[in-house]
């Protein structure tokens, strides 16, 4: 049995949207359950306000089926020199729930922009769609800021690139962790959002093994995303053309990937993902994260 691996999923594998639409009209209890049902042992948060944010009621749900909360995904405007003030006022919300749920961390990202949206996948090398110098120098400010209330609440702090924004390619990740390791903010690496990016994984793993402190596992259809690079798709026309794919379908060697991060150290928490758009796939969440689960177990 593995024992240090381990695994958990997120309301964004059932297609549960940042804002509310019709994804949030799918009962949470029932999505817990299928969490749980499928072998999970743990969940993120999900958008703010999806499940209850009283954690006197949130605690007792999650108990009776042996799941523990994790963390929440906070996106901030990088580029926007006001952005400190709305990651403090985006981490109080969620914060004080996390740390009353024992919760590990928060999950820190750019958030998305149409610019970079349009040419996810396919960012010029030439620097022409990143940051400036000037934006750069602000986002350590932010890192900071979000540091600091984090740890008000007692919660870790990693940052997830993320296609579909300014930190998304190998370099752009280089540069925000050049520009923020004073601040001892950690990595959370999304599989998938590396490959899309450009990417390989493996790579990335090792090469930040000393702050790799949390995991997204994604999986790729290499056919599809060749076919939305070809197509000039933007991201979230990729992800409803079914560019995530259960993990083991797709193009990444997860053998490898964990071989790799076992033997660096890691251990800890993998929150199986397979971005979705509600309503358009033909397999059922509960069907797609249970097979991911599987093929997991086999692997690891």
Known sequence: MNDRFLFATAPVSWGVGDYRDASWEQPYEVILDEIAGCGYTGTEL??????????DVLRPVL?????KMLSSFVPVALADATAATRVIEHIGQVGSLLSAMGAPCIVLADEQSPERERVAGRVPADGSKGLSVEQWSNVANIVRAAKKVSADFGLDIVFHPHVATFVETPA???????ATCASGIGLCLDTGHCYYG?????EEADKYKGILRYLHIKDIDAAVLDEC???????????EAGVFTPIG???????EFFARTAANGYRGWCVVEQDIKFG????????????SLRYLRGVV
């Open 46 to 55: 999900g958008p703010f306000g999806y499940f209850p944010t009283d954690p």
């Open 63 to 67: 108990e009776r089926r042996a799941l």
């Open 172 to 178: 752009e990740m280089a540069t925000f962790f050049d």
């Open 198 to 202: 450009g990417g390989d994984p493996v």
């Open 229 to 239: 690079h070809r197509r000039e798709l933007d991201f979230n026309q990729a992800v």
């Open 249 to 255: 379908d797709g193009c990444l060697d997860f053998p």
């Open 280 to 291: 358009v796939s033909t397999v059922a969440p509960k069907e797609s994260m249970g097979a």
